[in-house]
């Protein structure tokens, strides 16, 4: 079987429907300056959320300069919040893309302004960027990233995105010119008062796109829908350097101290880059793919006791363990899994702090003239697959770090995270937690 990993996400959007005649609190106006790249400043708001009081948490963080790195490095720390609030929900298997989201958000950077605006910034942690007069160039940033980790041939990564439209709902050209130029926006007209033949049109899109991985994502659809955004990454990822499927054997893998599965676990006899953390006692281990992305596994010493390490993930840890590995030969067990996740992004988003986008405050007025539209539901749905010959996709500060005391053999055999990461250009393309590799 051909290893597999497939994302989606889909963010459909729709007029609220409400029979109160007042209009909704805080509706900013039109003389407000754009988000848009065309404009001088990013959203009106970037003065207050620049130089908010020191007594706010986040201003006691120093701004970093406004460069592609430091866009990965904050989306990276994104999406370990995003994680966070994934795994207080989810006591088994995760798996998710956090690049997907932060594209989506991205692109509703276009559409938004004011304080929804704001709230996006500062939940991707894109505010902690150094000047406010550089937001207009963050559109132009993601498609800098996304060309940059797209054009490796060695690493077969394709992303894109397309809308589809309410017949007769009219968006703002600007924003239509926008996002065909920096996120490859396709469009498509549908008619949602017939939710059985749109359901149909865009699941048969998203089956084609995601080359049959998803080929049902919707049993239905709202009828007052005004549009549904797609977002999609594909990633097939070889392992540099395969296992080998003679020496895969069913082994026992221990979900917690009182169950026990029977897993394929793949063997391989091999040089690997690896670290432990002491005080978060783990052990890290770095399986690369051809190209420049790798897996990376981080498994505690006791079994089940991913919590702590869960709570201290950054993205200054992760670049620690990886300046601290070393390469040896070493005896690696690692189990065969796949995993079909399928989450609400959207209460994930807005337990973060991006709550205006999904009421009747969300101010999206360079998306459309039309008033009072919010963003109704955020989802996404991941599907990974590894397997002997790699990967196919579809999406604490100060520990004491040492990279010399790692036993010969490695037996991943119990819970473990893993991230699949671009590392030329630090990107994290996918997160998960394994804690029962049987289920999906």
């Known amino acids: 079987m051909k290893a597999g990993i497939c994302l989606l996400l889909l963010c459909e959007m729709c007029i609220e429907l409400s029979t109160s005649l007042g209009k909704p609190g805080n509706q900013k106006k039109d003389k407000e300056k754009s988000c848009l790249p065309n404009h001088e400043n990013a959203c009106s708001a970037m003065d207050q959320l620049l130089h908010r009081s020191t007594a706010e948490p986040f201003a006691e963080q120093v701004p970093l300069e406004f460069t592609l790195y430091n866009l990965t490095e904050k989306n990276m720390d994104f999406g370990f919040n995003l994680y966070r609030k994934i795994a207080l929900k989810h006591d088994n298997n995760v798996f998710f893309s956090p690049l997907s989201v932060s594209f989506v958000m991205a692109v509703f950077m276009l559409a938004a302004k004011g304080e929804t605006c704001k709230q996006i910034l500062q939940g991707t942690n894109l505010h902690l960027l150094q000047g406010k007069e550089n937001f207009h160039q963050l559109p132009a940033l993601f498609k800098q990233l996304k060309d940059n980790i797209t054009e490796n041939e060695e690493l077969v990564l394709q992303r894109g995105s397309f809308s589809f439209i309410q017949k007769n709902f009219r968006l703002k050209e600007p924003f239509l010119n926008l996002s065909k130029q920096y996120f490859d926006m396709e469009f498509l007209s549908v008619d949602f008062h017939n939710s059985t033949h749109a359901k149909n049109v865009i699941n048969q899109n998203i089956n084609k796109k995601t080359k049959g991985k998803i080929p049902k ?209 630090k990107t994290l393309l996918f997160m998960g937690r394994v804690v029962n590799p049987t289920e999906l």
């Open 217 to 425: 994502l919707f049993e239905e659809l709202d009828q007052h829908a005004k549009l549904v955004l797609v977002d999609y990454v594909l990633f097939k990822g070889k392992w540099l350097h395969p296992f080998n499927t003679r020496f895969t054997e069913l082994e026992t893998f221990h979900i917690d101290k009182y169950r026990n599965v029977q897993v394929p676990m793949m063997f391989k006899s091999d040089k690997v880059a690896s670290t432990s953390d002491k005080n978060l006692r783990c052990i890290v281990l770095k399986l690369p793919y051809r190209g420049s992305a790798h897996m990376l596994i981080a498994m505690p010493e006791k079994e089940g006791d991913y919590a702590s390490l869960e709570d201290h993930i950054t993205a200054e840890l992760v670049e620690s363990w990886l300046r601290n590995m070393k390469t040896r030969k070493m005896d690696i067990f690692f189990p065969k899994f796949k995993l079909d996740q399928k989450y609400q992004m959207h209460e994930l988003l807005h337990a973060l702090g991006i709550q205006n986008l999904f009421t009747r405050k969300a101010d999206l007025s360079q998306l459309t003239d039309q008033r009072f539209v919010k963003v109704s539901k955020i989802i996404q749905r991941a599907v990974i697959e590894v397997d002997e010959k790699g990967t196919e996709a579809a999406a604490a500060s100060g520990s004491e770090i040492t990279a010399y005391s790692m036993p010969p053999t490695i037996k991943v055999n119990q819970p473990f995270l893993f991230m699949i990461y671009e590392e030329t250009f």
